[in-house]
């Protein structure tokens, strides 16, 4: 006989099901010891069920986006990958148990040099090495326990990926934004490409190959971010930017002081040239020549260098090109314009190089309105397309052109006839070979047919872009990565973005960040994304450092276990086989300096939610990390404090003692209970403040354990029968289960199997469900929250206001109450009050600061002044 079930009664089995096994572990209450054996299976029980970042499309009104750096996929993870992921993955769990829509996409940020060498050496394709990679760290990841939206995954390599860069380059070369010039570039002779400035380090060495870097002259493509640097500068004031600290000035510094306007003109040598100058009328006058440096590039070519010209497009004069280093150059510029009508040095320079010299009373009579001169030339340069934007002397357009194989395709033609010719949208994208072909067939490779005359002829451009181009606009495509009509949809970007919190290290906070930005500030001229600012917070994580071991002689690193360390404090050690002195110090984790820790020797030994507490613990995120063993004994001791307290409430109310009579009602009891109901709403106060508003993660950690204290010194009869026990231990496991999700998992399925439920019908708490679907804790309503006058800087006092009303506290409700307190009344007496500001921090607290000078009394004059009279008496 067949029994068919109805689809609502099936799904009411499944939950249940799934409801039962949720909350129902891997361990008993007979296992007190936490053991390693005791870890591995809970985590392995719990893995599947944790991976949970479903991000809903369908309401967006409360979402947060956060965002950790773009990954490269060297296949396996390493101690920095491990913190950031562990910071982004606890951030992204606490906003959900908040009750927030939570998106933390995770993808690959798949092309460059170090594919290309690896499969190079090893003889297969950059493609296959790559993609081994990434499941190798996809695998990884998800051993971490991180709960990224994987539908949302994505690679800078997938052709899907690299379409929508290529039609973002088209974009920019449609509006003057792309183009091709010669300069002097950095060339990697053993990697063969070119470097950045910043990718050459302080001995003129590549920072990746480590050679000797040459100089040489090409053809490059070049994107004009200069011509959104005025933007890209004042967006540093923009008020959404939050907690970017020392990054804006970092990011200022690299922009420079935008004083000075920015021309590419054409010389007669079919080279683009930057001219840049503060004062753009001077290019008014019709003797106006151009001084370059004697190092500048165009001055290598001794054959042809002295009879460079330049057309002036404003006066359709030919401006002279000299070689000279008398001018002034303003800061990082090789570039002078001289202007003899204006100046009366580049006058005297003119007469010294015996330039010829045009009359000039028409421009004289014009010197007063010289406002309007500029104008003219701003304009006449923006609607020519050749610049004049606001810019510093320093900074330089973005050099994108790439000499290597594994890149996205810069879909450009190049045609004897047409010169170069834009791939049309319809057959983008631009694909790459489908093998790494060397000299002679790649060049073959490069034949097609030029889309504007039919031309059999014509060839493919060669380069590939700089991977700072892939990973400029990611954080866009990651919310619609299988769109297939469009870059992404306008409307869900419109209401995604900007995103909430970015974290990725210091080393990204100028390059990647300025790139990013400009791209996003671009697509905002265009109208596809409604902010110009991609990235709202910053979470700008410190390096994890390893103790490193250095003969002082030779600088050769050497392992731990070859030295003897002397004096550990003064860093002082010695070679165990020659005694030779051996220099002790803190290092970026690296396979040369012999001083990295694998993530899967971690995992093995300590489990892996003791490693990613330990990675919290101690320092702030934004601080170095220090990595040593001796740190480690605070997590793993905590960890077993928290499963034997779990352990005991269960078998505390599970059994009761015969003949116990315990008065719930006494003052002894509930004096203990509401010590546990102050330390529940303390702590909960202190992890919230910690998590949501600082991200000091590493003091939230502090604060739990704090909690832990309050539990394990509670007497045993208040553990069975004590309310506020029950809610603080609840407390405490739910505020743990974001930064340990496999343990918190496991200790929630412990407390909620216990017998004899006391907050049984609360609210507050969803029995049947598991630890990551329970709501973070609130302070409860009647607790006392603290109003923080501030004097100065310094504390004066503090009002306690109950949490049911410290929300509605205004700013002048603060000025009331300290304005009717003594202690800050009586301080203030010879004060005169310059301005104050309030800040609340909702449910958790709020301050007023009140900033004063001290008033200075004017002397009394004996002479004149009226006696005292107290004195007198």
Not at 150 to 160: D, L, N, R, V
């Amino acid at each position: 006989m067949k029994i068919f079930l109805r689809p609502r009664l099936i799904q009411q089995l499944s939950n249940i099901y799934k409801r039962r096994w949720l909350t129902q572990g891997c361990t008993e209450t007979k296992d007190l010891e936490l053991t390693n054996d005791i870890k591995h299976r809970i985590e392995k029980y719990w893995r599947a069920s944790l991976s949970r970042g479903n991000f809903n499309l369908q309401s967006l009104d409360n979402k947060f986006y956060v965002l950790s750096m773009f990954p490269y996929p060297s296949g396996n993870l390493h101690m920095g990958h491990v913190r950031v992921y562990t910071i982004s993955d606890t951030v992204a769990r606490f906003q959900r148990m908040c009750g927030l829509n939570v998106f933390q996409p995770i993808g690959w940020d798949a092309f460059g040099l170090p594919a290309e060498n690896a499969a190079i050496q090893r003889g297969i394709e950059p493609k296959e090495w790559t993609e081994q990679n990434i499941l190798q760290m996809k695998q990884q990841l998800q051993d971490l326990g991180c709960s990224f939206d994987w539908k949302h995954e994505m690679s800078t390599c997938s052709p899907e990926y690299y379409r929508w860069t290529q039609k973002l380059f088209l974009m920019l070369h449609k509006e003057g934004l792309a183009y091709q010039n010669e300069a002097l570039v950095n060339w990697d002779p053993v990697d063969k490409t070119v470097l950045a400035d910043e990718q050459v380090d302080a001995n003129g060495c590549s920072w990746r190959s480590g050679a000797k870097v040459e100089k040489k002259l090409l053809k490059q493509w070049f994107i004009k971010t200069t011509a959104y640097a005025k933007q890209l500068l004042d967006g540093l004031e923009d008020p959404t930017l939050r907690d970017w600290r020392d990054i804006i000035n970092l990011q200022r510094h690299w922009i420079g002081e935008c004083d000075g306007y920015s021309f590419q003109l054409l010389t007669s040598a079919a080279t683009s040239l930057r001219v840049w100058t503060p004062n753009p009328e001077h290019f008014k006058d019709p003797n106006a020549f151009v001084v370059l440096k004697t190092t500048h590039y165009l001055a290598k070519d001794k054959k042809n260098a002295f009879d460079i010209t330049i057309e002036n497009p404003f006066t359709g004069t030919i401006m002279p090109v000299i070689f000279s280093d008398t001018p002034v150059f303003a800061d990082k510029c090789d570039v002078y314009l001289a202007a003899p009508s204006f100046v009366e040095e580049d006058k005297e320079l003119q007469e010294s190089l015996s330039l010829s010299f045009f009359a000039s009373e028409d421009l004289n009579t014009k010197k007063h309105n010289l406002e309007a001169m500029r104008l003219d030339v701003l304009e006449s340069a923006k609607r020519l397309k050749i610049g004049g934007f606001k810019v510093s002397s320093k900074l330089q357009d973005w050099l994108i052109s790439r000499q290597r194989y594994w890149g996205t395709p810069i879909p450009i033609i190049h045609c004897d006839k047409c010169g170069v010719v834009p791939v049309p949208d319809e057959q983008l994208p631009v694909v790459l070979p489908e093998k790494l072909e060397i000299d002679k067939n790649r060049q073959e490779g490069l034949k097609c047919t030029c889309p504007k005359c039919q031309s059999p002829e014509a060839t493919r451009e060669s380069d590939t872009m700089d991977t700072f181009v892939d990973s400029s606009w990611y954080y866009l495509r990651y919310l619609d990565p299988q769109n297939s009509e469009a870059i992404f949809d306008q409307n869900l970007v419109s209401q995604t973005m900007p995103v909430d919190l970015y974290i990725g290290g210091k080393e990204h906070a100028v390059l990647h960040l300025y790139y990013a930005r400009f791209m996003n500030h671009f697509l905002h001229s265009q109208g596809l994304v409604h902010c110009s600012e991609p990235f709202s917070r910053l979470l700008v994580q410190g390096m994890v450092m390893g103790r490193s071991f250095r003969i002082k002689g030779s600088g050769r690193y050497v392992q731990e276990h070859e030295v003897d360390i002397v004096n550990a404090k003064k860093n002082q050690a010695v070679l165990k086989k020659t005694k030779e002195p051996v220099i002790m110090t803190w290092e970026k984790m690296s396979k040369s300096k012999m001083n990295g820790v694998d993530p899967s020797d971690m995992f093995r030994e300590y489990g892996t939610d003791a490693t990613r507490l330990i990675v919290l613990a101690d320092v702030a995120p934004t601080s170095h990390r220090n990595w040593s063993s001796a740190t480690f004994p605070g997590i793993l001791n905590w960890q077993k404090r928290l499963w034997l307290t779990v352990n005991e409430f269960c078998e505390l109310r599970s059994s009761s003692e015969e003949n116990e009579k315990i008065d719930v009602n006494s003052q002894e009891f509930l004096a203990e209970d509401e010590k546990l109901f102050d330390a529940r709403n303390f702590y909960v106060k202190g992890a919230t403040f910690n998590f949501r508003h600082t991200h000091q993660l590493s003091v939230g950690i502090s604060k739990m354990q704090g909690l832990t204290n309050s539990l394990r010194r509670t007497p045993k009869h208040v553990m069975r029968y004590g309310k506020q026990y029950e809610r603080a231990l609840a407390s405490q496991i739910i505020m743990l289960a974001p930064m340990a999700p496999h343990f918190a998992s496991e200790l929630w399925s412990k407390f909620a199997s216990a017998s004899n439920r006391i907050n049984s019908t609360s609210p507050e708490l969803q029995w049947h469900e598991d630890v990551l679907s329970q709501r973070w804790p609130e302070i409860d309503q009647e607790y006392q929250l603290d109003l923080a006058i501030k004097v100065n800087g310094f504390e004066n006092c503090c009002i306690k206001i109950p949490r049911s009303h410290i929300d509605k506290v205004t700013h002048n409700d603060a000025l009331d109450l300290a304005f009717n307190t003594d202690s800050v009344t009586s301080y203030l007496i010879d004060k005169k009050i310059r301005t104050t500001n309030f800040v609340l921090y909702p449910g958790i607290e709020a301050i007023l600061n009140i900033y004063v000078d001290k008033v200075k009394q004017e002397k009394k004059n004996p002479s004149t002044d009226p006696p005292n009279e107290e004195a007198l008496h």
